[in-house]
């Protein structure tokens, strides 16, 4: 089988390496893919935006099966754009992406099908915003309607703050179009949880959940960031949470978008907020989430190409989904500045060292090559070190021990992922 996975992240790297894995994968294509994902696939210059590009490179390639990973093509249309070329393709449709493309009708299908959220209300008139905030409870919390890099988030501790993300998203148009529109909703206390899960529009199977840390700073300080690393399984899911939630979260999501003439066939990842009165959904995305990809799926027993051809195929009632029973945790290593301002071109060094450790794995998020063939920084955040363990705490200990051994100038993470729970 022919495979193009879209997408140049870590999370499309870990995804690469799982598909690397399985018999039937006979040669991965990526576009455009980054230094690491280069190991498992042939790379391609075309852009994830590219749809018609990259529907005339499937066909010409006679690609099997296209697997797109961002979040960016999937709003956009892309699933729609290669289906039309008669291609099979893993992800939701455009008018099912829009669970993550847009905030505002995220939160108006859980109204509407009685899924546990937080109360809310949606602006489009920046005044009306402000007027809302002078009455509302503080802490509050600002949502850009659309897609913000994960970032669009802005959780305010008082009024003052409220009315100044108000002016950011809304007149000055931090995040741009995305913030059009906002939704501004109570700010919800307790554990936050992510739980991926694979759909084939009437069927959900619940992966292994994580936990992601999305400041950039020590002790959650610092801006928001696309993640800063993550650990699985999450010690605060319980068996109690879990059944809460398929009764009345993830079952109940995938018969509303089914029900709303939506059927979401792909990832749905759902943020959760385990509050005093129960598990709460903060936000769904329509793709693996990155870092937590890289946390989940080292855990994966599964052949992952087998399940995305059920989810496409409508027959994952026919998979059973089986994790291992042990622990992983991902510490990202960004460049110094992250996520405001950093360089890139910095060689990497030491990567060879993970070649003959099992249980230990790097994931590249922005690297290249440089003209010279040296590997280099190529962003924000730069590689996923990852590594396995008995427990949490085992898992926590070997991954940074595993930061150790790769350099850059610039080099800059946390220290503290997972660190709750060894409290």
Known sequence: ??????????????IAWKMAQSPKAEKIYCAPGNAGIAQYAECVDIGVMEFEKLA????ENQIDLTVVGPDDPLAAGAVDVLESRGLRVFGPRKNAAILEGSKAFAKDLMKKYQIPTAAYETFDD???????IETAPVPIVLKADGLALGKGVLICKTREEAREGVRSLMLDKQFGTAGDRIVIEEYMEGREVSVLSFVDGNTIRIMTSAQDHKRAGDGDTGLNTGGMGTFSPSPFYTKEVDAFCREHIYQKTVDAMKAEGRPFKGIIFF?????EK?????????RFGDPETQVVLPRMKNDIVDVFEACIDGTLDQVELEFEDNAAVCVVLASEGYPVKYEKGLPIRGLETFSDKPGYYVFHAGTKFDKDGVLVTNGGRVLGVTAVGKTLKEARKNAYK?????DFDNKYMRHDIGKAIEE
């Open 1 to 14: 089988m022919k495979i193009l996975l879209i997408g140049s992240g870590g999370r499309e790297h870990a």
């Open 56 to 59: 005339d490179f499937a066909v």
């Open 126 to 132: 920046p005044q009306k915003a402000l007027d809302y």
């Open 271 to 275: 943020g959760l907020m385990l509050t």
């Open 278 to 286: 129960g598990p709460r959904v903060l936000e769904y995305n329509a």
């Open 402 to 406: 595993a930061t150790e051994w790769v």
